[in-house]
């Protein structure tokens, strides 16, 4: 069964910093792998997606990168701002394309101005 | 182009009482699927539907636990005789119809059901 890990649980950077959290998944049979934000109270954000093919993507100062045979993940931000504190999860799909994703408990990021 | 409406964003139910949630997709989606975050875990797949159609319910506790998705109408999910595990955010997700492999999926904002 597909188990996906998020460290560290939660981080406080100063602003301007840039700082890279960490995933991992046991099963690298995957289909795609997303990053997305979470507010509190509000739903999930999008911010990137990887297939299983690619090894990076980019959005602004966003870069997410997968290595899917060790089953690692990195979500990269550049120059941090108090608007990124949020918590951030990772999910990967399975390699049957199903929609039913696997997700991780969540790095929860401060950005101290 | 509203995105995926959930309703009520917060419920508050008594042991042994029903909770009904319901979601809208985005205008244009034909595939739902429901998830739970229970309290400092992960969200959990429940349930994928399509139009009159129960795709995967894989994830569905087996009992007390159901959903729809009517031909008209919002996709609900039905907790029967709700216990105080049962309080948590339950996020619903909507995507277009596959054409090939996975596809993106929209969440909405989330129902959060306390039960007392």
């Known amino acids: 069964k597909q188990e996906v890990t998020q460290i560290p649980a939660a981080l406080s950077v100063p602003e301007g910093e840039n700082l890279v959290l960490n995933c991992s998944f046991t099963?690298?049979?995957?289909?795609?792998l997303q990053w997305f934000r979470q507010d509190p109270g509000k739903g999930l954000t999008s911010l990137l997606l990887?297939?299983?093919?690619?090894r990076e993507q980019t959005s602004g100062r966003l870069n997410a990168s997968l290595d899917k045979s060790s089953g690692r993940s990195t979500l990269y931000i550049a120059a941090s701002q108090p608007g990124d504190s949020a918590t951030y999860l990772c999910?990967?799909?399975?390699?049957?394309?199903?929609?039913?994703?696997?997700f991780g408990t969540g790095t929860r990021l401060t950005v101290i101005p | 182009n509203a995105g995926v409406m959930q309703n009520p964003r917060h419920l508050v139910r008594r042991r042994g009482q029903e909770a009904r949630l319901r979601c809208s997709p985005m205008k244009g989606h034909s595939h739902v699927y429901w998830y739970r975050q229970l309290p400092e875990e992960g969200l959990k797949f429940m349930v994928y539907?399509?139009?009159?159609?129960?795709?995967?319910e894989s994830g569905m506790p087996k009992e007390r636990f159901s959903a729809e998705f009517p031909k008209e109408g919002p996709s609900i999910l039905r907790i029967q005789q709700v216990v105080r595990g049962d309080s948590a955010a339950y996020f619903c997700a909507s995507s277009r119809q596959m054409v090939s492999g996975a596809n993106v999926l929209t969440f909405g904002a989330g129902s959060r059901l306390t039960v007392l």
């Open positions: 099963d690298s049979a995957i289909y795609n």
């Open positions: 539907l399509q139009k009159e159609n129960i795709i995967d």
């Open positions: 999910a990967v799909s399975p390699q049957t394309g199903a929609n039913n994703l696997f």
């Open positions: 990887i297939q299983s093919s690619q």
